[in-house]
């Protein structure tokens, strides 16, 4: 397809786990960064973490994350993950994953540089 598909959201607990998917398909996903989004109810979308083309795979976090979530790629299966750990109730926010082309520039952290993006998914944390 030319848009991410997400999966893996859902409910869970203060201080749960959750792993979100991403399948991007229809281009060549080692040649994208891909990046994972949030957008909490009156809160703009904000940027949670980011890993470069697959020939690099540089990880990037946003400073509310860092240590808690983890993201990774697998090329062959043309899939971005978000490894969620330790959440709390402020992380409760639809999720979406977004791709941008190498060849447009260096990967970012901004919603403004990515090209496809997912529906996205939905997490909440209850307290």
């Known amino acids: 397809q030319v848009q991410p598909v997400e999966s893996g959201g859902g409910l869970v607990q203060a201080g749960g786990s959750l792993r979100l998917s991403c399948v991007f398909s229809g281009r060549t996903f080692n040649e994208y960064h891909m990046g994972w989004f949030r957008q909490a109810p009156g809160k703009e979308r904000e940027f949670v973490a980011a890993?470069?083309?697959?020939?690099?795979?540089?990880?990037y976090y946003s400073d509310f994350v860092k240590g808690r979530f983890t993201i990774s790629r697998d090329n062959a299966k043309n899939t971005v993950y978000l490894e969620m750990n330790v959440l709390k109730p402020e992380d409760t926010a639809v999720y979406s994953c977004a791709a941008k082309s190498r060849s447009v520039g260096w990967v970012t952290l901004s919603v403004n540089g990515y090209d496809y993006w997912g529906q996205g998914t939905q997490v909440t944390v209850s307290s």
């Open positions: 890993i470069s083309w697959g020939g690099g795979s540089m990880t």
